[in-house]
């Protein structure tokens, strides 16, 4: 170590000193991940822009824009692109559909849903991008977590784990490719790995750690309470119905062919204004249920889902209703009503006034079905209440008519988790379609970052998301800490810091031999990795990595095995790779966290490794 001190430039030192002072304001919680990889960046500018050589020439300031490097990589684009289409699956329902799977095999047992979690993930990631398959699982993984109250930090760290675990048995995980690709040009030149050269050690690796997870991650992983933003404050629409009592004073009125309401709009019909009785919706033969609009005509056979007291909605037979208690398990929402809570903002001009003297259902087209007011909730007559701070007003409506009322400062929408909501087959389709298309297109050979960008674009030109839904699914932090830390890689890249590093550590290992080196290939690999990303360590350590083996004599197709795989190997930080970036904010990890449950995984990788290299490389 002394030597390497020796070795060093200046500029080696300042990187160091950029680099660590930040990180280590990270580890102990006192600087946001994303704030230190952008400081770190700018920290660098400003070095470049002074002279100093950390992200081109020397005493060349143009190198300065090598800080926007980052922002124009191709992994940030894929990166929003998922973020996106993950959204347009969690939408659509897909994303609630896997986990009712899920949850039918692991029931409520944390071991069981982390060991199925992280083989989900390691599953996908044999096919696809480990960050899609990430992206993939990541809202699944909160889906089951609100289901079974099991906080997502006991879940979403399994989900990463397991895409690296998975990646590291395919030839489609970038760095593999790097690696393979390296092989060629090498000197002499060798041949390069074949598809499944990967598959004997790195399944080993994926089995065996995936088994240490169900076993062990429960005590291992943190248990964070979950931001308010994620969800878990906000009722499903079901409970939202029961905190209202609504299925007390819910009933089907079927409108016989002879009624009079036959061919009215529910506004002509005034069913609310003469009974004070709420439609909450519609159904009507070989149709999707109807969210009760003014506008709407009645038809014969049509089913009105009526609120209100049983004296009030027995008076309608008169008007040729056929009145029955409401079917099933009086929960509308998993029928398809879409409901919203409402509250009144502070100093609201609302307060004191009715909904029918503010026309609530013609301005915003949502029709109350419930009041809730001082652990009482009216369901009869809603209209003619006069509104009070503090009270809680149960909608039905359209989630762009929610949006809408957003807008006004007299009310505050929260809206519910959809999760109870029923899966659409045509909506479930064209998600599938879109996203797995993507994907096809990515192995096909298109660019992964058009493919899921063009996939992105296509979601919102159909409509199925909104530029403002759209917006809101990017996880900023993600972003921002990614562009960040690719300026760092760069930089030691640049500044031969990696190389110094990585010619060291290979010093020390060659004399053990063929494993030896397989061993240092991967710790260098790995060790790097943590803070340079696996695609950039896999160029800086490959090269030397195989030019030792050819050296040695030992199997280079080996070696370059080892040396991918090592880019794998990033359980320590949540810096080493994307994916654990991805799980930052919604686990709500700290920085520790990875490396209290990544440590013991790492070790037990490094000894399949081996292992495997003895079995299936017999070196």
Known sequence: MEKIGKQMTATQWALIAVVSIPLALVVTNRLRMDLAALFMAAVLGIMQFLGLGVLGPADTPGAVSNILTGFSQPIILILISLFILTRLLEKSGVTRWIAWQLLKFGGASPGRLIGLF??????????????????????????????????????????????????????????????????????????????????????????????????????????????????????????????????????????????????????????????????????????????????????????????????????????????????????????GVTFAEVVLAPHSKAIGQTLKELDFRRRYGLSVVALHRLQRSYRTDVGDLPLDLGDALLVVGTPAQMRRLRNNSDFIVIEPNWSDQPLSKKEVALALALVFGGIAAAIAGVPIYLAMLFAAVLALLLGKLSMEEAYRSVEWQAVFLIAGMYVVSDAMVVTHLADLLGNFILVVVRPLGGLGLAAGAYILTALLTQFMGGQVTALVTGPITISAAIQMGVNPQAIAVATAIGCSATFFTPLAHPVNILMIAPGNYTFGDFFRSGWLLTIICFVMLLIGMALFWKI
């Not at 992206?135 to 099991?150: C, F, W």
């Not at 030149?189 to 690796?205: A, C, K, N, S, Y």
């Not at 931001?227 to 905190?243: C, S």
């Open 118 to 335: 992280a083989a989900t993930a390691a599953f996908l990631a044999l096919f696809m991008n480990n960050l899609a398959a990430g992206a993939l699982v990541l809202p699944i993984a909160m889906e089951v977590s609100r289901r079974t109250r099991i906080r997502p930090s006991k879940l979403l760290i399994p989900v990463a784990y397991g895409t690296l675990l998975g990646g590291s048995a395919t030839y489609l995980t970038t760095a593999n490719i790097i690696v393979s690709t390296l092989l060629p040009n090498a000197n002499p030149p060798q041949p390069p790995l074949d598809f499944l050269d990967f598959t004997p050690t790195g399944g080993l690796i994926a089995i065996v750690g995936i088994i240490f997870l169900a076993l062990f991650g429960n005590r291992l992983l943190p248990d964070r309470q979950p931001t308010e933003e994620q969800g878990f404050a906000r009722l499903t629409g079901g409970e939202l119905e029961e905190f209202f009592s609504l299925s007390e004073r819910l009933w089907e009125a079927r409108v016989l062919p002879s009624a009079v309401l036959v061919g009215k709009t529910l506004a002509q019909s005034e069913i609310g204004h003469q009974w004070g009785v709420t439609v909450a919706a519609i159904y009507r033969a070989r149709e999707d249920i109807l969210l009760p609009q003014p506008q709407q005509v009645i038809r014969g056979n049509d089913i009105l889902v009526l609120v209100g007291r049983e004296d009030k909605v027995s008076k309608l037979k008169e008007w040729g209703l056929d009145v029955r208690s409401e079917e099933g398990d009086g929960h509308l929402s998993a029928r």
